[in-house]
């Protein structure tokens, strides 16, 4: 028997649709109505839902929270790339990181790629680093908490797996250094690099818990989904969660809140001076 999906979204649905996502994940899908039917349409169909509503429904009733992460794996936009927004890259190694070996003391460096995707960009930086401190690497603990709220981001991201396209930007010996190929023509990040980033769960309107405070923290292209209020509360989150003369980048097509914390060093590089401090 065949199932008449009516994937027709009346206005009050879509309303409670925008409020859900928005208050439990700070997306916000006002204006983006086309964009959210044509990428559950198929899936509805195929669950067996019989409209918008009922699926709605069952969303907010799913205590497990499973079919609201399925709802999150097929609405979030995943798009990165390796090497992206190469100022960020140049200004890890040529200012972070210089400073960081200085003012680290106990050789622990903190970095959290916050709305990391698929991982391109914690691995990334896994291989600057390992490129940047060479044989004393062994002396530092380098590791990168990764973290998204996309659980299908995340599964690719732990396996890194990429297509020769994802790679275009590296340099050639980076590529031979740092990824193996598979037998299906994929290249796959050295273990060695992929032990370094550890991949979270982690939702971004929750609070921050990790253990220690971060010298970096990188949310780039994330915060472009998320309102100004949810912006200004992000980023103080991420204040307290940042070391005295710490980083955050964000991406370079992104605003910071009017209220950012973070005083300004470059375009899309933020830093927390609250002291006079020689760091
Ligand atoms: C466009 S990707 C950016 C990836 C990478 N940072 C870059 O610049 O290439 C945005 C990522 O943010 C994640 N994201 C969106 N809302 C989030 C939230 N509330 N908490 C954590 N991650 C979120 C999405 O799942 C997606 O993987």
Not at 47 to 67: C, P, Q, T
Request: aromatic share 14%; with cysteine; net charge negative.
């Amino acid at each position: 028997m065949s199932v008449n999906v009516d994937i027709g979204i009346n206005a009050d649905d879509y309303s409670r649709l925008v409020h859900f996502v928005k208050s439990c994940y700070g997306i916000d899908l006002e204006n983006k109505q086309f964009i959210v039917q044509s990428r559950l349409a198929n899936y509805l169909a195929d669950s067996g839902f019989s409209n918008f509503s009922e699926y709605l429904d069952a969303v907010m009733d799913d205590r497990s929270g499973r079919e609201a992460a399925n709802l999150i794996n097929r609405l979030t936009t995943n798009h990165t790339y390796f090497m992206r927004e190469s100022e960020h890259f140049d200004h890890f190694r040529q200012v972070f990181l210089p400073q960081a070996e200085k003012s680290v003391n106990d050789h622990d460096l903190r970095i959290w790629s916050a709305g990391c995707s698929f991982g391109n960009e914690p691995y990334n930086l896994a291989m600057c680093l390992d490129e940047y401190f060479g044989l004393s690497r062994r002396q530092w603990d380098l590791k990168i908490l990764a973290t998204d709220i996309s659980f299908n981001a995340l599964r690719q991201a732990q396996r890194g797996v990429y297509t020769s396209k994802a790679l275009e930007k590296l340099p050639e010996e980076w590529v031979s250094r740092y990824f193996d190929m598979t037998s299906h023509g994929l290249y796959q990040v050295k273990d060695r690099i992929r032990s370094n980033v550890v991949f979270k769960y982690h939702n971004l309107m929750e609070e921050i818990n990790f253990k220690k405070k971060f010298d970096l923290i990188l949310c780039r292209n994330v915060m472009i989904y998320f309102d100004d209020l949810t912006k200004s509360q992000l980023c103080k989150r991420f204040y307290e969660a940042t070391e005295e003369g710490g980083y955050l980048y964000i991406g370079h097509a992104e605003s910071a809140p009017a209220d950012m914390p973070y005083i300004k060093q470059q375009p899309a590089v933020y830093r927390k001076i609250t002291e006079v401090s020689g760091k």
